[in-house]
T-cell receptor, first 112, second 114 residues
Framework: KQEVTQIPAALSVPEGENLVLNCSFT??????LQWFRQDPGKGLTSLLL?????REQTSGRLNASLDKSSGRSTLYIAASQPGDSATYLC???????????FGKGTMLLVSP | DAEITQSPRHKITETGRQVTLACHQT?????MFWYRQDLGHGLRLIHY???????NKGEVSDGYSVSRSNTEDLPLTLESAASSQTSVYFC?????????????FGPGTRLTVL
C-alpha cells in the first residue's frame, strides 16, 4: 500500500525567502506525482504534475523535482510572498487510471 | 467556463438520516472521485468512477454509496449518517488516459452529523 509523507507539517518564513517542501513515498512504481495548493475553506488547486519519466517541472516561481529511485519529491518556492500562504499537498498515482494517495500536507505561512 | 460544483456547501443532519451530496462537472471528464478530508488523516478516497455505470470502492467506503447514471454527475449518499462521518467532502474529476491525469477539485461540502 502506497504511503505518502510530507515534512515539515508546518513552516513559517519571512517574505522573500526561498523554501523547500518535502514529500516521500514508499512505492517507487508511480505513474505521476502532483503538488496541490489548498487555501483555507477551499478546494485543491493543481500546481504541478510530474510524470514518472520526468525529473522536474517548473511553473513561475515553483519548481518540483522527482527522484523515483529514492521515493522523494521536493517543491521549491522562490522568493516567497504572503500570497503563497496555504497548505501544500503532495499526491501520488500508481497507474494511469489510478486514484491518488495524498500526504497530509505542509501548512505554509509567509509573513510580510 | 467548465467547472466542477458541489452542493450543498454546508449541511447539518442528524444521526441515522440519509444524506446525498451532489457533484456536477461540465468538463465531460470520464473519471470522478469522492474524498473526505479530516484533521490528522488528510484526504482519503471514498468512491470513484471511470465512466457511466462504473463505480469502485476506495479506502474508506463503508457507509457510503455512489451511482453514475451520466457523465456529469456523481452523487454521494450516506445511507445512515453517523457522527464519524462529520467531515469535509471533496469531489474531483479527471480526463481518462490523456497522459496527464490532473485531478480538478470542487469547493467542498462541510457535513456535520449531530
Amino acid at each position: 500500500k502506497q504511503e505518502v509523507t510530507q515534512i515539515p507539517a508546518a513552516l513559517s518564513v519571512p517574505e522573500g525567502e526561498n523554501l523547500v517542501l518535502n514529500c516521500s513515498f514508499t512505492d517507487s512504481a508511480i505513474y505521476n506525482l502532483q503538488w496541490f495548493r489548498q487555501d483555507p475553506g477551499k478546494g485543491l488547486t493543481s500546481l504541478l504534475l510530474i510524470q514518472s519519466s520526468q525529473r522536474e517541472q517548473t511553473s513561475g516561481r515553483l519548481n518540483a523535482s522527482l527522484d523515483k529511485s529514492s521515493g522523494r519529491s521536493t517543491l521549491y518556492i522562490a522568493a516567497s510572498q504572503p500570497g503563497d500562504s496555504a497548505t501544500y499537498l503532495c499526491a501520488v498515482a500508481n497507474s494511469g487510471y489510478s486514484t491518488l494517495t495524498f500526504g497530509k500536507g505542509t501548512m505554509l505561512l509567509v509573513s510580510p | 467556463d467548465a467547472e466542477i460544483t458541489q452542493s450543498p456547501r454546508h449541511k447539518i443532519t442528524e444521526t441515522g438520516r440519509q444524506v446525498t451530496l451532489a457533484c456536477h462537472q461540465t468538463w465531460n471528464h470520464n473519471n470522478m472521485f469522492w474524498y473526505r478530508q479530516d484533521l490528522g488523516h488528510g484526504l482519503r478516497l471514498i468512491h470513484y468512477s471511470y465512466g457511466v455505470q462504473d463505480t469502485n470502492k476506495g479506502e474508506v467506503s463503508d457507509g457510503y454509496s455512489v451511482s453514475r447514471s451520466n457523465t456529469e454527475d456523481l452523487p454521494l449518499t450516506l445511507e445512515s449518517a453517523a457522527s464519524s462521518q462529520t467531515s469535509v467532502y471533496f469531489c474531483a474529476s479527471s480526463i481518462a488516459g490523456d497522459g496527464t491525469d490532473t485531478q480538478y477539485f470542487g469547493p467542498g461540502t462541510r457535513l456535520t452529523v449531530l
